[in-house]
Every structure is written in structure tokens, then in C-alpha cells.
DNA sequence: GAAGAGTTGTCTCAGATGAGACAAGGAGCG
DNA sequence: CGCTCCTTGTCTCATCTGAGACAACTCTTC
């Protein structure tokens, strides 16, 4: 398949794609679509969805893909000075996309989605993991089987943090959420540190 | 030009086009607008536009038409029972279709549309005057110059009410701000039905 | 396991759309 | 006035899209 990029139909097409899909995995879950489903809500053929995508995992793998670059281009401005910065950007950025995220990781998303985005903040981790977050395991070159597993454990931990957030309807600020899990993070560093 | 109506394409750019006026007056007002700029954001050729619109007149008016026909099915169900339960669903209506309405009323808007509405309104209020709500005039026979300049008076006084009651972030529900206008129509009614 | 209903993924072709060019008109400016 | 820049409204043609048909597949339900 050609993935086209140039043309404004096409553009056009997968934008509305995109936001049928998020209305719909709103109003019915993730798992329960059909691709006759979304077409018909985005106003594009059948034939159209199979153009741009392969099934409907690739289309959500898009649409989180797209916000993961938002979110990094963000992460770039705030830079590494202080550490929960970092995470305060990240859940400014969860609390910008809020309904795409409360779709995805809500009761109705996929279990399949939320793999998905703890393998992509396990990455996120492992990068910040060299920098001064992690400031034991730089101290004391801990170079254990923790690199991989730490990393996981803290994303895991994430994402259940920003689960729990969207479904209590974001009761703290970005700020004060990403401060307190932060420091769980820490603490889970520092902990792994010592083994 | 040919109005279509059966294509799902048609319908599409009709949709995209909407939604890129509304999104456009509130960000810049309706006068400041170029053809272009709304085609552009509505991801479709200028030539869809000139396909589907005269101008860009005529799309707020088709707008503003089908917000009046969804305002009208509600009215149905309501049923004239109560005459302010008219202007509750009134009221109701303009929440729901609040950030059209307060594109086109607020300080960005047109001029030329509150007019517009204002005739709409007056056609409404003429209507009901036959029925239950101006009590007066029916069992007076005030067949005076009043039945056209009274309901242009209480539309008038409608457009005010709505315009200012969304600019004020709808501080009152609809069925209070119903109560209060409704009471307002009364006394003009009533005091001009002894002209 | 057979039948029925619904979904998927692919294909074709008529038909609607976007790109772009065009003349005409208006607004701002010297 | 003449000049430039922008917008409008219309047209043509290459291109993309929707409709619909199709076989293959997966569930239910009997």
C-alpha cells in the first residue's frame, strides 16, 4: 500500500477517520467498531478507510502516534532542566488530548492500546533514564537486568496514574499529578539503585 | 445552480464547510472572511464552495435554517401547552447551538444576521399571537397596526435577551431566563392591546 | 456441522472534487 | 489617475473518491 501524504483528500479523509474513530470508541469502546462503523460516521467509504490503513489498530496506532509527536515537540521547548517538567508537560499533554485518551484507556478502550503506550513511555523513561531523573543508577552505574525492567515498572506505573486521572475527571492540576508521581518514580529508582 | 443534496460528498462539504464558518467567525469575525479562508480550513476547493453556496451570506443562512428546523421539531414535541415552555425550548435551543449563535450575535458577528434572526423571531411571535400566549389580543380583537409591530418589538427584545444572556456565559438556565423574557413579552402585549 | 448473518479486504468504474488559470472588480496608495 | 495586490466567481481537466459487487472469513444458533 502507498501511504499518500500530498493530496488534501487524502488528508482530509484520514482527519475525519480520526475523529469518527475517537467519537466512536467514546460512545461504544474500541473493540465492538467496524470499519463500516466509521466510515459511515466520517462521511468516507469503505474502500477509503482500506486506502489509508490496514485495519483499525493501525488507524489508532496513527492517531497515538500523532499526539506522541505533539507531545514530544512539547517536551523539546520545556528542555531537561528539571526533571517533573518534564512530566508536567506529559500530563498537560494527556489533559489536551483528554478525549482521546479517556477513549483509548478508559473502561471501553483496548487492553491492546494501553500495551501500546506503556512500551512507548518505557522508552520515554529509559531516555530520561541517562539523563539526571535517574540520578542513582547514574551515580552508581547500576547496569543490572533493572535498566529494561525499572523503565517498565515506572511506565506501567504511568499509565495507571493517567488512567486513573482521566476517569476521576483530572482532579489535580497537571502540575500537582505530575509532581506526585514523579516522585513515586523516584522512588522506585532509588529503590532498584540498591539491588 | 443545481442545490444537491443526494451525495455523500456533498453532504460532507456542506458539513466541513459549516463547521469551518463557525469555527472562523469565532476566531475573526464573519465580516473579515474570505472565501478562501473558509474553503481552506474546511479542506475543500474553492470551486466546492461556489458548487454548494452563492456566498458566504448563504451558507450562514442555510446554517442558521437548520439550527431553526432542529429549534422547530423541538417546539413540536413540546406541544403549546404552556406558552413559556415555548421559550424554555427556545432557550434550550440556543444553549445547545451555543457557539453558533454566539459567533454569529457577539461582537465578532454580523450586523446583518441578527437582523435575520430578528425576522425569524417576529414570524414565531406572529404565529403564537394566535395562540394561548398573547391572551389579550385575542379576546380584544385589537386588530391595530400592533399585530405587526408588537412581535417585532418582542423579537427584538428576544434577539436582546438571547445575545446578551450568551455573552454573559448563560449565568441563568434556560427555563429561568424562559420565565423572565416570557413575562417581559406579556406586559408588551398587554400593554399594547389597549392601544 | 450446517445454515445464516455480518464483517473483512479487494476490485472496478462512473462521477464528484481539487488544482489552477482566467477575467472582472475593488481597495489602498503614491 | 495608474499601479499593485487581493478577492471573487467561473471554467476545464486530471485525479481521487463512493458505490457496489465479490469471495473469504468469523460468529451465532439451531
Known amino acids: ?26 460512545e461504544r469502546g474500541f ?21 489509508n490503513y490496514q485495519d483499525k489498530y493501525d488507524l489508532v496506532e496513527q492517531i497515538f502516534e500523532e499526539a506522541m509527536r505533539a507531545l514530544l515537540n512539547a517536551l ?7 526533571p517533573p517538567a518534564v512530566w508536567v508537560e506529559f500530563f498537560a499533554h494527556i489533559a489536551a488530548y483528554d478525549r482521546l485518551y479517556r477513549a483509548l484507556l478508559g473502561g471501553k478502550g483496548s487492553p491492546w492500546f494501553a500495551r501500546k503506550m506503556r512500551a512507548a ?16 543508577a547514574a551515580e552508581h552505574h547500576s547496569h543490572t537486568f533493572a535498566d529494561d525492567f525499572v523503565p517498565d515498572v515506572v511506565a506501567t506505573m504511568f499509565v495507571e496514574a493517567t488512567t486513573w486521572w482521566l476517569e476521576k475527571g483530572r482532579p489535580y492540576a497537571p502540575k500537582e499529578i505530575a509532581m506526585r508521581t514523579s516522585l513515586l518514580a523516584s522512588a522506585i529508582f532509588k529503590e532498584a539503585s540498591t539491588w
Do not use: C, W
Open 31 to 51: 473493540d465492538a467498531l467496524t470499519i463500516g462503523e466509521i466510515t459511515e460516521r466520517a462521511m468516507v467509504s469503505r474502500a477509503a478507510f482500506y486506502r
Open 121 to 136: 513511555l518505557a522508552d520515554m523513561v529509559k531516555a530520561l533514564g541517562q539523563g539526571p531523573l535517574n540520578a542513582h
Open 76 to 82: 523539546d521547548e520545556v528542555g531537561q532542566q528539571h
Open 1 to 26: 500500500m502507498t501511504r499518500q501524504v500530498a493530496n488534501v483528500r487524502v488528508r482530509r479523509t484520514q482527519k475525519l477517520l480520526r475523529e469518527a474513530l475517537v467519537e466512536l470508541i467514546e
